[in-house]
């Protein structure tokens, strides 16, 4: 079983015929971030049967050039995102080193196993949450359902209220799963700084005789 054969199952219901006609349609009328084929990109860079991490985002970035079709990341040549800084703050804070993606690219950590999961895929051009309710949550949950039921000791990091609700979906006997704050400046003071995720993660990963993550 692959990304490919889940996605395309989920092709097959009705609810996902809705929403493509939808994004088809949106796409043609307005300024839709990601690019079509970068929808997707999160699967393709982390194969199902390397997955270790999973770090739940809410929509894509809304402005120019941004989203790339990761949670969270963005291509090198575009200044780094108020969230995007507060989580490299972290990184340097928990492992007392600086990240290896500085730059805000986080291609290198879906590379090792870290899902960067948006809960909603799409988004048009300024104008955040724009593609909520279109059908993407019923895909993602889908998504997270079917790692929560195969897989085990995923560790599923989730930030902010949004991402935190998903941990119903999550099977909590056969999986890790640390919340905190999102990271955001609204509310990272709240309680992201200090959760120290990036160090529990590895010491959970290490625990299982897994690689750790290079963040």
């Excluded at 490919?4 to 796409?27: H, M, P, S, V």
């Excluded at 970035?61 to 949670?71: M, T, V």
């Excluded at 730059?103 to 048009?124: C, M, P, R, Y």
């Excluded at 051009?125 to 059908?135: R, V």
Aim: aromatic share 10%; net charge neutral; hydrophobic share 35%.
């Amino acid at each position: 079983m692959t990304w490919k054969d889940i996605i395309e199952n989920e092709q097959q219901k009705a609810y996902y015929g809705k929403l493509k006609e939808e994004l088809d349609k949106r796409y043609e009328t307005s300024v839709v971030f990601p690019e079509k084929q970068n929808i997707f990109k999160a699967f393709s860079l982390t194969k199902l049967d390397n997955l270790k991490v999973v770090i739940l985002g809410q929509d894509p970035y809304h402005g120019f050039g941004q989203a790339q079709g990761l949670s969270f990341s963005t291509p090198s040549n575009i200044k780094n995102p108020p969230s995007m800084m507060n989580i490299l703050k972290e990184i340097n804070d928990d492992l007392g080193k600086k990240s290896i993606c500085e730059d805000g690219d986080l291609t290198s950590w879906a590379k090792q196993g870290v899902l960067l999961l948006n809960t909603i895929l799409t988004v048009e051009e300024s104008k955040p949450k724009s593609h909520h309710n279109l059908g993407w949550e019923i895909f993602t949950d889908n998504i997270i359902k079917f790692i929560s039921d195969n897989n085990e000791n995923i560790i599923f990091i989730l930030w902010g209220s949004p991402a935190i609700s998903k941990s119903k979906l999550i099977d909590k006997k056969k999986h890790h799963i640390l919340t905190s704050p999102h990271p955001s400046p609204l509310s990272s003071y709240r309680g992201f700084f200090g959760c120290k995720h990036f160090s529990k993660t590895n010491e959970i990963l290490k625990s299982l005789g897994k690689e750790e993550i290079t963040w």
